[in-house]
């Protein structure tokens, strides 16, 4: 059974930076894409960007691009998302979820809450 | 980027009754060439992550009831619970995968 885990919360200063982990477990083999999604306080679901456990390519919402970096440590079938020049806004739970090319968004993580605060 | 409209914002359902959401596409997220349309349900119950429901717009997931059932074509689409039962209550929100960036709608609040 594919699972995701996320743990924790970080509680981080503005201009900091914040690294969230995802580990998939489950997987026969790397045809499989890790995405990630926030949610801010009380607000909808916003696509961040994801990346290939196959090749390690990339695609990042524009919004982010130059804060935004995603990768992928196959050995231990870690996904990583690390975002930087952190602002207030920022706080949210961020999702990590697993897909298939082409495909929705299938299998989600429990979420990592980021709160962005001095 | 292709926005994704849900309506209503939110529903009050009857215990027993149906409930219908509606999302509307800015541009088809359907191809022709293999007739599948790139539209997912999720449901988001508090302090929980997204569940899929239903991919391909009209594909239940394993183990979700059949009381949940997805149609459309095109730019439009819904979902409907044939009979609300009070674990249905939740946020429901639609995405396409039709293009990047994916995008999800607003998110549709269904109470008892």
């Known amino acids: 059974q594919v699972r995701l885990v996320q743990v924790g919360a970080e509680v981080k200063k503005p201009g900091a930076s914040v690294r969230v982990p995802c580990k998939a477990s489950g997987y026969t083999s790397n045809t499989y894409a890790i995405t990630w999604v926030r949610q801010a306080p009380g607000q909808g679901l916003e696509w961040l960007g994801w990346i290939s456990a196959n090749n390690g390519h990339t695609d990042y919402a524009q919004s982010l691009q130059g804060r935004i970096t995603m990768t992928i440590d196959r050995f231990t079938s870690t996904a990583y998302m690390d975002l930087g020049s952190l602002r207030a806004d920022d706080t949210a739970v961020y999702y990590c979820?697993?897909?298939?090319?082409?495909?929705?968004?299938?299998?989600w993580g429990q979420g990592t809450v980021v709160t962005v605060s001095s | 980027d292709i926005v994704m409209t849900q309506s209503p914002d939110s529903l009050a359902v009857s215990l027993g009754e149906r409930a219908t959401i509606s999302c509307k596409s800015s541009?088809?997220?359907?191809?022709?060439?293999?007739?599948?349309?790139?539209i997912a349900w999720y449901q988001q119950k508090p302090g929980q992550p997204p569940k899929l429901l239903i991919d391909?717009?009209?594909a239940r997931e394993s183990g979700v009831p059949d009381r949940f059932s997805g149609s459309g074509s095109g730019t439009d689409f819904s979902l409907s619970i044939s009979t609300l039962q009070a674990e249905d209550v939740a946020i429901y929100y639609c995405q396409q995968y039709f293009n990047t960036p994916p995008t999800f709608g607003g998110g549709t609040r269904v109470e008892i």
């Open positions: 979820a697993s897909f298939v090319r082409g495909g929705a968004f299938a299998v």
């Open positions: 391909w717009a009209s």
């Open positions: 541009q088809s997220v359907s191809y022709s060439s293999n007739k599948k349309n790139y």
